[in-house]
Each structure stands twice: as C-alpha cells, then as structure tokens.
T-cell receptor, first 116, second 117 residues
Framework: KQEVTQIPAALSVPEGENLVLNCSFT??????LQWFRQDPGKGLTSLLL?????REQTSGRLNASLDKSSGRSTLYIAASQPGDSATYLC???????????????FGQGTILTVHP | NAGVTQTPKFRILKIGQSMTLQCTQD?????MYWYRQDPGMGLKLIYY???????DKGEVPNGYNVSRSTTEDFPLRLELAAPSQTSVYFC????????????????FGPGTRLTVT
C-alpha cells in the first residue's frame, strides 16, 4: 500500500527566505506526483505536476523535483512571501497498468507560515 | 467555466440522518472523485467514477454511496450519519487521455464542511 509522508508538518519562516518542503513515498512505481496548495477553509489548487519520467518542474518561484528511485520529491519556494502562507500537500498516482484511474494518495501536508 | 462546484458549503446533521452532497463539473471530464479530509490529515479517497454509470470504491467507502447518471454530476450519499463522518468533503474531476500521455491532473471543488452531532 502506498504511503506518503511530508516533512516538516509545520514551518514558520521570515519573508524572503528560500525554503524546501519534503515529500516521501513508499512505492516507487508511480505514474506522476502532484503538489497542491490549500488555503484555510478552501479547496485544493494544483501547483505542479511531475510525470514519472521527469526530474523537475518549475512555475514562477516554485520548483518541484522528483527522485523516483529513492521515493522523494521536494518543493522549493524561492523568496517566500506572506501570501505563500498555506498548507502544501503532496500526492502521488500509482502506475497500475492503466487501471489506477488517476487515483491519488495524499500526504498529510506541511503548514507554511511566512512572517512579514 | 465554473469548474467543480459543490453544495452545500456547510451542513450540520444529527446522528442517523441522511443527506446528499452535490458535485457538478462543467469541464466534460470523465473521471470524478470524492475525498474526505479530517483535521491535520491528507485527503482519503471515498469513491471514484470513470464515466457515467461506472463507479468504484476508494480507500474509505463504508457509510457512503454514489451514483453517476450524467458526465457532469457525481453526488455522494450519506445514509445513517455517524460522528465519524464529521469531515470536510472534496469532489474532484480530471480529464482522460486525448492524445499522448494522460496526466490525470485533478481539479477540486471548494469542499463541504459536514458536522454530525
């Protein structure tokens, strides 16, 4: 059974810092991995999706890397801003021979607070 | 496009009552999903559907039922509500493969916060 773990559970940093959020998964046979942002009381917003054949994806100040063999992904946020404060969730899709139907297994999230 | 919409936003149920959580998407996605999120936890899959008339269980299906009569709608039914079903419920949808590799990237609704007392 796939298990996804995110470290740290919570992180508080001053504005302007570069930071790294970690995600690990137990089954390396993944189809892809997706990072989400969740604001309090809101739904999930997709940030980045990395296919299993890719090593990284970038969007603005965000960079996500994937090391499938070691079961790890990191989300790097450059020059953090108070508006980045949210919960960040990592989720993986298993590659089940076309029968996974896109089902996601989520980590528990990292709560990020960026202080002005 | 409105994307994925869910109603109601909030609901309080008494133990033993029933209700239906509504989910609609206007992106013509074939795949739809229901998740629940408990405090401090990630999301767990309840049920999913790969098209109208086709549904299957996820990780935590007990106490729930679903139906998919149209591409757009995927309601989640709670029968005999229990305190353990107090949670935030999210509906999501994703497109299937049109050409090349499918990403199954999921789009989420805003959630329904349910309390059972």
């Amino acid at each position: 059974k796939q298990e996804v773990t995110q470290i740290p559970a919570a992180l508080s940093v001053p504005e302007g810092e570069n930071l790294v959020l970690n995600c690990s998964f137990t089954d390396s046979a993944i189809y892809n991995l997706q990072w989400f942002r969740q604001d309090p009381g809101k739904g999930l917003t997709s940030l980045l999706l990395i296919q299993s054949s890719q090593r990284e994806q970038t969007s603005g100040r965000l960079n996500a890397s994937l090391d499938k063999s070691s079961g790890r992904s990191t989300l790097y946020i450059a020059a953090s801003q108070p508006g980045d404060s949210a919960t960040y969730l990592c989720a993986v899709r298993l590659n089940a021979g076309g029968t996974s139907y896109g089902k996601l297994t989520f980590g528990q999230g990292t709560i990020l607070t960026v202080h002005p | 496009n409105a994307g994925v919409t869910q109603t109601p936003k909030f609901r309080i149920l008494k133990i033993g009552q029933s209700m239906t959580l509504q989910c609609t998407q206007d992106m013509n996605h074939n795949y739809m999903y229901w998740y629940r999120q408990d405090p401090g936890m990630g999301l767990k899959l309840i049920y999913y559907s790969v098209g109208a008339g086709i549904t299957d269980k996820g990780e935590v299906p007990n106490g729930y039922n679903v139906s998919r009569s149209t591409t757009e709608d995927f309601p989640l039914r709670l029968e005999l509500a229990a305190p353990s079903q107090t949670s935030v419920y999210f509906c999501a949808s994703s497109r299937t493969r049109t050409s090349g590799a499918a990403s199954y990237e999921q789009y989420f609704g805003p959630g329904t916060r349910l309390t059972v007392t």
